[in-house]
Protein backbone atom coordinates (compact mmCIF):
# COMPACT_ATOMS: atom_id res chain seq x y z
CA UNK A 1 0.00 0.00 0.00
CA UNK A 2 1.17 3.48 -0.50
CA UNK A 3 2.38 5.52 2.44
CA UNK A 4 0.03 7.75 4.14
CA UNK A 5 2.09 11.11 2.92
CA UNK A 6 1.68 10.44 -0.61
CA UNK A 7 -1.74 9.05 -0.39
CA UNK A 8 -2.88 12.68 -1.50
CA UNK A 9 -1.21 12.08 -5.39
CA UNK A 10 -3.77 9.29 -5.82
CA UNK A 11 -6.87 11.07 -5.69
CA UNK A 12 -7.31 13.75 -8.61
CA UNK A 13 -5.89 11.52 -11.63
CA UNK A 14 -2.39 12.69 -10.89
CA UNK A 15 -0.47 11.04 -13.78
CA UNK A 16 -2.56 12.67 -16.58
CA UNK A 17 -1.67 16.16 -14.58
CA UNK A 18 1.87 15.40 -14.31
CA UNK A 19 2.17 14.59 -18.16
CA UNK A 20 0.45 17.88 -19.05
CA UNK A 21 3.00 20.06 -16.21
CA UNK A 22 6.17 18.31 -17.97
CA UNK A 23 5.07 19.48 -21.60
CA UNK A 24 4.39 23.13 -19.64
CA UNK A 25 7.40 23.20 -18.07
CA UNK A 26 9.37 22.08 -21.45
CA UNK A 27 7.83 24.23 -23.61
CA UNK A 28 6.94 27.17 -21.39
CA UNK A 29 3.60 27.79 -22.46
CA UNK A 30 0.33 26.92 -21.57
CA UNK A 31 -0.73 27.84 -25.04
CA UNK A 32 1.83 25.47 -26.81
CA UNK A 33 1.62 22.54 -24.44
CA UNK A 34 -2.12 22.74 -25.20
CA UNK A 35 -1.20 23.01 -29.30
CA UNK A 36 1.22 20.04 -28.28
CA UNK A 37 -1.53 17.61 -26.50
CA UNK A 38 -4.54 18.68 -28.81
CA UNK A 39 -6.22 19.96 -25.89
CA UNK A 40 -8.01 23.05 -25.50
CA UNK A 41 -5.78 26.16 -23.37
CA UNK A 42 -7.97 26.47 -20.54
CA UNK A 43 -8.05 22.85 -19.72
CA UNK A 44 -4.06 23.06 -19.41
CA UNK A 45 -4.40 25.73 -16.86
CA UNK A 46 -6.98 23.92 -15.08
CA UNK A 47 -4.83 20.64 -14.94
CA UNK A 48 -2.11 23.25 -13.88
CA UNK A 49 -4.67 24.66 -10.92
CA UNK A 50 -5.65 21.20 -9.83
CA UNK A 51 -2.15 19.88 -9.52
CA UNK A 52 -1.10 22.98 -7.67
CA UNK A 53 -3.59 22.78 -5.21
CA UNK A 54 -2.95 18.52 -4.88
CA UNK A 55 0.46 19.29 -4.26
CA UNK A 56 -0.54 22.56 -1.67
CA UNK A 57 2.39 24.82 -3.47
CA UNK A 58 2.45 27.03 -5.97
CA UNK A 59 4.40 25.58 -9.78
CA UNK A 60 4.45 28.81 -12.03
CA UNK A 61 5.23 32.28 -11.57
CA UNK A 62 3.34 34.63 -13.81
CA UNK A 63 6.15 37.01 -15.56
CA UNK A 64 4.08 38.39 -18.95
CA UNK A 65 2.49 36.16 -20.48
CA UNK A 66 5.64 33.34 -19.71
CA UNK A 67 5.27 30.73 -16.84
CA UNK A 68 8.18 30.07 -15.10
CA UNK A 69 8.67 27.34 -12.65
CA UNK A 70 8.85 27.95 -9.02
CA UNK A 71 11.44 26.01 -6.75
CA UNK A 72 8.45 23.32 -6.05
CA UNK A 73 8.29 23.54 -9.90
CA UNK A 74 12.05 22.58 -10.51
CA UNK A 75 11.49 19.54 -8.26
CA UNK A 76 8.56 18.48 -9.61
CA UNK A 77 10.18 18.80 -13.18
CA UNK A 78 13.08 17.04 -11.83
CA UNK A 79 10.71 14.06 -10.72
CA UNK A 80 8.77 14.13 -13.63
CA UNK A 81 11.31 13.20 -15.91
CA UNK A 82 12.51 10.36 -13.72
CA UNK A 83 9.02 8.82 -13.34
CA UNK A 84 8.56 8.65 -16.90
CA UNK A 85 11.55 7.21 -17.92
CA UNK A 86 11.19 4.76 -15.34
CA UNK A 87 7.33 4.05 -16.80
CA UNK A 88 8.95 4.23 -20.63
CA UNK A 89 11.33 1.22 -19.14
CA UNK A 90 8.77 -0.56 -17.53
CA UNK A 91 6.53 -0.40 -20.54
CA UNK A 92 9.77 -1.68 -22.98
CA UNK A 93 10.36 -4.88 -20.64
CA UNK A 94 6.69 -5.11 -20.72
CA UNK A 95 6.58 -5.02 -24.62
CA UNK A 96 9.54 -7.49 -24.02
CA UNK A 97 7.53 -9.84 -21.73
CA UNK A 98 4.66 -9.69 -24.45
CA UNK A 99 6.50 -10.39 -27.74
CA UNK A 100 9.91 -10.37 -28.23
CA UNK A 101 9.10 -9.52 -32.17
CA UNK A 102 7.30 -6.18 -31.07
CA UNK A 103 10.17 -5.03 -28.58
CA UNK A 104 12.57 -1.44 -29.79
CA UNK A 105 16.22 -1.83 -29.28
CA UNK A 106 18.25 1.38 -28.80
CA UNK A 107 21.84 1.04 -29.50
CA UNK A 108 24.29 3.55 -29.42
CA UNK A 109 27.76 3.26 -30.69
CA UNK A 110 31.30 5.43 -31.37
CA UNK A 111 31.57 6.54 -34.47
CA UNK A 112 33.86 3.82 -36.22
CA UNK A 113 30.93 1.18 -35.36
CA UNK A 114 28.82 2.67 -37.99
CA UNK A 115 30.89 0.81 -40.39
CA UNK A 116 29.71 -2.53 -38.58
CA UNK A 117 26.90 -2.22 -36.82
CA UNK A 118 24.17 -1.41 -39.50
CA UNK A 119 25.41 -4.80 -40.70
CA UNK A 120 25.19 -6.75 -37.53
CA UNK A 121 21.23 -4.77 -37.40
CA UNK A 122 20.72 -5.78 -40.91
CA UNK A 123 20.66 -9.49 -40.15
CA UNK A 124 19.14 -9.08 -37.23
CA UNK A 125 16.08 -7.25 -38.32
CA UNK A 126 15.69 -10.30 -41.24
CA UNK A 127 14.84 -12.43 -38.56
CA UNK A 128 12.82 -10.06 -36.53
CA UNK A 129 10.90 -7.60 -38.82
CA UNK A 130 8.97 -5.75 -36.77
CA UNK A 131 11.28 -4.59 -33.96
CA UNK A 132 11.57 -1.05 -33.96
CA UNK A 133 15.38 -0.09 -34.10
CA UNK A 134 17.21 3.48 -32.69
CA UNK A 135 21.06 3.68 -33.55
CA UNK A 136 22.53 6.74 -32.01
CA UNK A 137 26.09 7.52 -33.75
CA UNK A 138 28.30 9.79 -31.36
CA UNK A 139 31.84 10.28 -30.70
CA UNK A 140 33.37 8.78 -27.04
CA UNK A 141 32.70 11.45 -25.00
CA UNK A 142 28.99 11.33 -26.07
CA UNK A 143 28.57 8.28 -26.01
CA UNK A 144 30.27 7.82 -22.29
CA UNK A 145 27.42 10.85 -21.67
CA UNK A 146 24.64 8.78 -22.82
CA UNK A 147 25.75 5.60 -20.87
CA UNK A 148 25.99 7.64 -17.35
CA UNK A 149 22.45 9.20 -18.45
CA UNK A 150 21.84 5.23 -19.10
CA UNK A 151 19.86 6.52 -22.15
CA UNK A 152 19.65 3.46 -24.51
CA UNK A 153 19.91 0.11 -24.12
CA UNK A 154 23.37 -1.13 -25.73
CA UNK A 155 26.46 0.76 -26.37
CA UNK A 156 29.05 -0.26 -28.72
CA UNK A 157 32.40 0.99 -27.83
CA UNK A 158 36.35 -0.27 -27.58
CA UNK A 159 37.15 2.26 -24.48
CA UNK A 160 35.71 1.18 -21.64
CA UNK A 161 35.10 3.77 -19.05
CA UNK A 162 35.91 2.95 -15.17
CA UNK A 163 31.69 3.95 -14.12
CA UNK A 164 29.66 3.62 -14.59
CA UNK A 165 30.49 -0.26 -14.04
CA UNK A 166 29.51 -2.37 -17.25
CA UNK A 167 29.12 -5.78 -18.11
CA UNK A 168 30.39 -6.08 -21.71
CA UNK A 169 31.05 -8.81 -24.53
CA UNK A 170 33.46 -9.04 -27.53
CA UNK A 171 32.19 -9.01 -30.62
CA UNK A 172 34.29 -7.16 -33.22
CA UNK A 173 37.73 -6.94 -33.96
CA UNK A 174 39.97 -4.20 -36.48
CA UNK A 175 43.07 -3.97 -37.04
CA UNK A 176 44.86 -0.24 -36.98
CA UNK A 177 48.50 0.23 -38.92
CA UNK A 178 50.11 3.83 -39.71
CA UNK A 179 49.17 5.98 -42.56
CA UNK A 180 50.99 8.59 -44.84
CA UNK A 181 50.80 10.46 -47.49
CA UNK A 182 51.65 8.87 -50.69
CA UNK A 183 55.02 10.15 -50.78
CA UNK A 184 55.84 10.39 -47.63
CA UNK A 185 59.88 10.06 -46.96
CA UNK A 186 59.29 6.46 -45.12
CA UNK A 187 56.97 5.17 -47.87
CA UNK A 188 58.23 2.04 -49.07
CA UNK A 189 60.90 1.71 -45.72
CA UNK A 190 60.90 -1.30 -44.22
CA UNK A 191 60.35 -2.47 -40.13
CA UNK A 192 60.61 0.97 -39.23
CA UNK A 193 60.74 0.93 -35.83
CA UNK A 194 58.04 3.29 -33.67
CA UNK A 195 60.31 5.51 -32.32
CA UNK A 196 61.84 6.31 -35.17
CA UNK A 197 58.52 8.37 -35.79
CA UNK A 198 59.45 10.66 -33.24
CA UNK A 199 60.10 13.53 -35.78
CA UNK A 200 56.65 13.07 -37.63
CA UNK A 201 53.87 15.16 -37.24
CA UNK A 202 51.08 13.15 -36.09
CA UNK A 203 46.75 13.75 -36.30
CA UNK A 204 44.97 12.05 -33.44
CA UNK A 205 41.13 11.96 -32.74
CA UNK A 206 40.09 13.43 -29.74
CA UNK A 207 40.97 12.58 -26.04
CA UNK A 208 39.51 9.77 -24.83
CA UNK A 209 39.37 7.89 -28.30
CA UNK A 210 40.87 4.29 -28.91
CA UNK A 211 43.52 4.90 -31.68
CA UNK A 212 44.47 8.18 -29.51
CA UNK A 213 44.34 5.93 -26.50
CA UNK A 214 46.70 3.21 -27.93
CA UNK A 215 49.54 5.93 -30.02
CA UNK A 216 49.73 7.35 -26.64
CA UNK A 217 50.15 4.14 -24.74
CA UNK A 218 52.78 3.32 -27.65
CA UNK A 219 54.62 6.67 -27.35
CA UNK A 220 55.09 6.26 -23.56
CA UNK A 221 56.24 2.44 -24.05
CA UNK A 222 58.70 4.40 -26.47
CA UNK A 223 59.76 7.04 -24.70
CA UNK A 224 58.76 9.70 -26.90
CA UNK A 225 56.42 12.62 -27.14
CA UNK A 226 54.40 13.00 -30.35
CA UNK A 227 54.21 16.31 -32.21
CA UNK A 228 50.17 16.51 -32.40
CA UNK A 229 49.91 18.78 -35.59
CA UNK A 230 46.12 18.31 -35.01
CA UNK A 231 43.07 16.52 -33.27
CA UNK A 232 40.12 15.87 -34.81
CA UNK A 233 36.77 14.31 -33.94
CA UNK A 234 36.52 11.28 -36.51
CA UNK A 235 38.38 9.08 -38.19
CA UNK A 236 37.03 10.22 -41.41
CA UNK A 237 38.70 13.69 -40.81
CA UNK A 238 41.82 12.06 -40.00
CA UNK A 239 41.84 9.77 -43.21
CA UNK A 240 41.29 13.27 -45.50
CA UNK A 241 44.00 15.40 -43.04
CA UNK A 242 46.76 12.80 -43.93
CA UNK A 243 45.41 12.38 -47.51
CA UNK A 244 45.82 16.05 -47.22
CA UNK A 245 49.55 15.76 -46.74
CA UNK A 246 49.01 17.28 -42.75
CA UNK A 247 51.04 14.55 -41.31
CA UNK A 248 50.51 10.55 -40.49
CA UNK A 249 47.95 9.05 -38.20
CA UNK A 250 46.81 5.53 -37.01
CA UNK A 251 43.35 4.65 -38.34
CA UNK A 252 41.30 1.33 -38.51
CA UNK A 253 42.27 -0.48 -41.98
CA UNK A 254 38.15 -0.94 -42.41
CA UNK A 255 38.02 2.43 -43.02
CA UNK A 256 40.96 2.88 -45.93
CA UNK A 257 40.60 1.42 -49.23
CA UNK A 258 44.12 1.62 -50.28
CA UNK A 259 42.35 0.38 -53.67
CA UNK A 260 40.42 3.92 -53.95
CA UNK A 261 43.27 6.02 -52.26
CA UNK A 262 46.35 4.05 -53.82
CA UNK A 263 47.16 7.40 -55.18
CA UNK A 264 47.20 9.40 -52.19
CA UNK A 265 47.74 7.49 -48.90
CA UNK A 266 49.63 4.39 -47.70
CA UNK A 267 50.26 2.07 -45.28
CA UNK A 268 53.44 2.61 -43.48
CA UNK A 269 55.57 -0.66 -42.37
CA UNK A 270 56.27 0.11 -38.72
CA UNK A 271 57.29 -2.87 -36.19
CA UNK A 272 54.34 -4.15 -34.26
CA UNK A 273 51.31 -3.10 -36.21
CA UNK A 274 48.83 -3.57 -37.18
CA UNK A 275 47.56 -3.56 -33.57
CA UNK A 276 44.03 -4.81 -33.21
CA UNK A 277 41.48 -2.55 -31.34
CA UNK A 278 38.66 -4.60 -29.33
CA UNK A 279 34.88 -3.52 -30.27
CA UNK A 280 32.35 -4.73 -27.39
CA UNK A 281 29.12 -4.49 -26.86
CA UNK A 282 27.91 -3.58 -22.94
CA UNK A 283 25.32 -2.57 -20.98
CA UNK A 284 25.14 -0.86 -17.35
CA UNK A 285 26.03 -3.90 -15.00
CA UNK A 286 22.64 -4.11 -12.94
CA UNK A 287 20.30 -3.20 -15.99
CA UNK A 288 17.74 -5.75 -16.51
CA UNK A 289 17.75 -5.85 -20.74
CA UNK A 290 14.60 -6.03 -22.80
CA UNK A 291 14.27 -8.99 -24.15
CA UNK A 292 15.08 -7.75 -27.80
CA UNK A 293 18.19 -6.47 -26.25
CA UNK A 294 19.18 -9.78 -24.57
CA UNK A 295 18.79 -11.10 -28.01
CA UNK A 296 20.87 -8.79 -29.70
CA UNK A 297 23.82 -9.21 -27.34
CA UNK A 298 23.22 -12.98 -28.00
CA UNK A 299 23.24 -12.40 -32.35
CA UNK A 300 26.41 -10.29 -31.92
CA UNK A 301 28.45 -12.84 -29.65
CA UNK A 302 27.48 -16.05 -31.69
CA UNK A 303 29.00 -13.54 -34.66
CA UNK A 304 32.73 -13.66 -33.47
CA UNK A 305 32.92 -17.40 -33.24
CA UNK A 306 36.33 -18.09 -35.10
CA UNK A 307 37.33 -14.34 -35.65
CA UNK A 308 39.15 -14.02 -32.35
CA UNK A 309 42.40 -11.91 -32.31
CA UNK A 310 45.45 -10.80 -29.83
CA UNK A 311 44.08 -7.73 -28.43
CA UNK A 312 46.48 -4.57 -27.78
CA UNK A 313 46.24 -4.47 -23.83
CA UNK A 314 44.08 -1.78 -22.84
CA UNK A 315 43.06 -0.44 -19.03
CA UNK A 316 39.23 -1.55 -19.44
CA UNK A 317 36.18 -2.83 -17.38
CA UNK A 318 36.27 -6.30 -16.31
CA UNK A 319 34.41 -8.11 -19.81
CA UNK A 320 32.12 -10.95 -19.41
CA UNK A 321 33.06 -14.11 -20.78
CA UNK A 322 29.87 -16.15 -22.40
Known sequence: MPGTRIRRYLRHGLLPQLAVFQTVAKLGSFTRAAEALFVAQPTVSIQMKKL????????????????ILTDAGRELAAACKDIFERLEQVEERLVGLRDLEHGRLRIATSSFGKYFIPRFLGEFCKEHPNIEVSLHIDNWRGIRQRLQENADDLYVLSTLPAEPELTAHLIHSSPIDVYAPIGHPLAGARAIAFRDLA???????????????IAQELCEQ????????????????VKQSVIANLGIALLPRQIVDLDAHRSQLCALDVEGFPVVRQWYIAYQRDKRLPAVASAFVEYTCSLLAGLQTPPIPLRASKVASR
Do not use: W
Open 222 to 237: NGITPRVRMELASDEA
Open 199 to 213: DQLFLLREPGSATRH
Open 52 to 67: SETLGVPLFEQTGKKP
